[in-house]
């Protein structure tokens, strides 16, 4: 049987603005995770990533209130509690959350040692100080961080290494779902490959039950996680494995997405990125159909009157388009096939300039200069 | 243009022997280590290094925002002189820049209008023709895919993270520089806009044909975007030459690095070989 972490039915949650505006940043979003899986959610800016985060954690707190759907951790359903209870009981043991530029958070002239004890006494207000460095020194060990940085303060640590420190502390008490928003985006390339490194380990370790990774990185997603989940304006738009989301990305947005991958790899540099045009919907007024149809360039009249469900289809995957997979599936094999036909007539012309010494006329007449 | 006909165009702007330490008390940093290059009309070039391998220093070297120790700066050929304001002045009419963080750069207290109007006085001066000004901001506009009428009488802080990098390459579009230096322009903004303003930049180089001289720690966005590409490492170029010789055939040893810390799709990203050397 399959140990199911995290079930989550119809979430939905709203920002209530000052004007008494609700923006519906999170709508209808469901998923399961299983232990020992992750999941990554991609989206541009705005998509309400990190809003997902707080919902799925019961973080609800002004602006951010709860609508309707259930989040059930690991059997016990979560989504009627109080979020002073969920603060208590929930967090750090059940679910774990790194924030989006968490490491700027740390307090950069408090000591390692003390911002861990603060973290732990949140949770075990009558946990002894000495208790907690040597749970604090093991884990270091564990995940081969020099013990010596508990005595260091924020500011002496590099960018990967703070990063590394806020996830080590919060999963201190080895929670069953963590939810890392970001953890390695301003990082450089190589912390990065660092920090990636250590959460994998973690998994590995069982010290985390279950992750879910949000990033606008695809590249990192695909190399990270066992899924892939696509948010578009406040919903899901496809979800499938990273392989099938990468190289077979059934709705229109998310094949816009993964061609604006940008990887340095042979062959790369001759595709052009095809940008999406246009920007999100404002969610104070989603549209009433499709959300994306604005920026849709396959989409067709009866897309913008009517709603689109999510809908199930081969496989674990599922997506929401009016259009049916077969039919997105043939045009974008036309649409390629029409890319493929103008790049082979560029390099016959550029051919037939160098043979025709067109090119080398150009060049000389530079030399002159 | 192709890589080799780049290298044979007239010289834009060239460093021999630049260098930069900083001094603070007893402590003296290298920040830019001696190092020479010639950047060409129309090309595009990336300066790739991890944070703090001098990147930013570089820039603003070139940009003469920061005086440099030793060495000599060529624009068109011949000797950068900024010593008088007069001179400094023509030296910024060629060279413009965007930056890392795209809210810093901007006065908060002016209007969105007032930030183009200040490039249309830089570049055709204060008499011009209303009708001709308001032509100019609409087309720079709608060169980003912004629309001018709904930006009016808006503030820069109004403005999304992606509108307001796009607002920035509306003022290159008005100001025309012979040299555009971008430092990190898209690092705060997700893949999607990315692609966007990317491909904003390339149209801009292929119609104006100016320089793009591109700073970033991404090598995959360095590999797509540039003709040639410096890999920098503790304030040296340890290598440089055509992106797909660099790229695809790095010889230093922190380039082959750099490359194999990315995450890839078609090939396998080891994470098991990671460098830890620096802590
Ligand atoms: N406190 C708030 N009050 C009202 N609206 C908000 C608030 N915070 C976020 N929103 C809105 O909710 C939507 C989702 O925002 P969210 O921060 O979840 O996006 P995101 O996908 O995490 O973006 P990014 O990639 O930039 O981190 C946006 O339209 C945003 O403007
Ligand atoms: N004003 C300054 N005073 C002293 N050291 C500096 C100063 N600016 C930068 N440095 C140092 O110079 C090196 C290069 O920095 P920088 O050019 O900002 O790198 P990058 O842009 O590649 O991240 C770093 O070690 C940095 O700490
Ligand atoms: S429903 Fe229509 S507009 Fe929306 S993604 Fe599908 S084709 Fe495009
Ligand atoms: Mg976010
Ligand atoms: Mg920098």
Redesign the pocket.
């Known amino acids: 049987m399959s140990n199911v972490l995290l079930e989550v039915n119809q979430l939905t949650t709203k920002y209530i603005t000052r004007f008494r505006e609700d923006v519906y940043a999170v709508d209808h979003v469901s998923l399961s995770l299983e232990a020992g899986k992750s999941i990554g959610i991609a989206g541009e800016s705005g998509c309400g990533k990190s809003t997902l985060a707080l919902s799925l954690m019961g973080y609800y707190f002004a602006p951010l209130h709860y609508q309707s759907g259930d989040i059930i951790i690991d059997g016990k359903n979560i989504s009627g509690m109080k979020p002073d209870d969920v603060r208590r009981n929930i967090l750090g043991r059940e679910i774990a959350y790194i924030p989006q530029a968490a490491m700027n958070a740390l307090n950069p002239t408090c000591k390692i040692r003390k911002f861990i004890r603060d973290v732990m006494h949140a949770h075990y207000p009558k946990m002894r100080d000495d208790e907690i460095d040597r749970m604090a020194e093991d884990r270091f060990r564990e995940l081969n961080l020099p013990v010596d940085s508990l005595d260091l303060h924020a500011v002496e640590l590099s960018g990967g290494m703070k990063q590394r420190v806020v996830i080590a502390v919060s999963t201190i008490l080895k929670p069953k779902v963590l939810i890392a928003d970001e953890p390695s985006s301003a990082l450089d390339v190589s912390s990065q490959k660092v920090v990636i490194r250590m959460l994998r380990d973690m998994m590995n370790a069982g010290l985390i039950g279950s992750m879910i990774f949000i990033t606008h990185e695809l590249p990192l997603l695909y190399n990270v996680t066992d899924d892939i989940m696509v948010m578009y304006a406040g919903q899901i738009v496809e979800k499938g494995t990273a392989a099938e989301m990468v190289f077979d990305p059934i709705h229109p947005y998310s094949r816009g997405l993964m061609r604006s991958i940008l990887v340095p790899e042979e062959g790369t540099r001759n595709i052009k990125l095809t940008a999406i045009p246009g920007t999100p919907p404002n969610l104070k007024k989603p549209p009433q159909g499709c959300r994306f149809y604005d920026r849709c360039r396959y989409r067709q009249p009866q897309c913008q009157y009517n709603a689109v469900p999510i809908a199930d289809i081969e496989g674990n995957r599922q997506y929401r388009c009016q259009l049916s997979v077969d039919q997105l599936r043939e045009l974008y094999t036309a649409e390629d096939a029409e890319a493929e036909r103008k790049q082979a007539e560029d390099t016959v012309l550029q051919k037939f300039l160098k043979d025709t010494g067109m090119n080398s006329a150009k060049e000389e007449n530079r030399d002159d200069i | 243009m192709t890589y080799e006909e780049l290298q044979n165009a007239p010289l834009c702007l060239s460093g021999r022997q630049l260098t930069?330490v900083?001094v603070?008390g007893k402590v003296s940093?290298t920040?830019?280590d001696h190092v020479d290059f010639d950047f060409h009309q129309g090309e595009v070039i990336s300066i790739v290094?991890?944070?703090?391998?001098?990147?930013?220093?570089?820039?603003?070297m070139l940009l003469g925002l920061l005086n440099v120790t030793s060495g000599t700066i060529y624009f068109k050929g011949e000797e950068r002189k900024i010593r008088t304001m007069a001179q400094r002045r023509a030296y910024w009419n060629g060279i413009q820049a965007i930056f890392q963080d795209p809210f810093s750069s901007y006065n908060i207290f002016h209007k969105i209008d007032a930030v183009l109007d200040d490039c249309i006085n830089m570049r055709y001066g204060r008499h011009i023709d209303k009708q001709k000004r308001e032509d100019l901001k609409t087309e720079a506009c709608s060169f980003v895919n912004l629309k001018y009428a709904e930006l009016t009488n808006k503030y820069p802080f109004e403005l999304s993270g992606g509108q307001m990098q796009r607002l920035m390459i509306a003022r290159i579009f008005l100001l025309k520089p012979q040299i555009l230096l971008a430092?990190?322009p898209t690092s705060m903004i997700d893949a999607c806009s990315r692609a966007t303003i990317l491909d904003m930049l390339l149209k801009l180089r292929d119609e104006t044909g100016m320089t793009v001289i591109f700073?970033t720690?991404d090598i995959g966005l360095a590999y797509y975007i540039s003709d040639t590409v410096y890999i920098?490492e503790h304030?040296k170029f340890v290598e440089s030459g055509s992106a797909d010789e660099v790229i695809l055939h790095p010889k230093a040893a922190y380039t082959k690095r750099l490359i194999s810390d990315v995450p890839k799709i078609h090939e396998e990203w080891n994470l098991d070989d990671v460098f830890t050397g620096e802590e």
């Open positions: 930069k900083f603070n940093k920040a830019v290094g991890e944070s703090g391998s001098g990147k930013t220093t570089l820039s603003k430092d990190e700073i720690h920098m304030g």
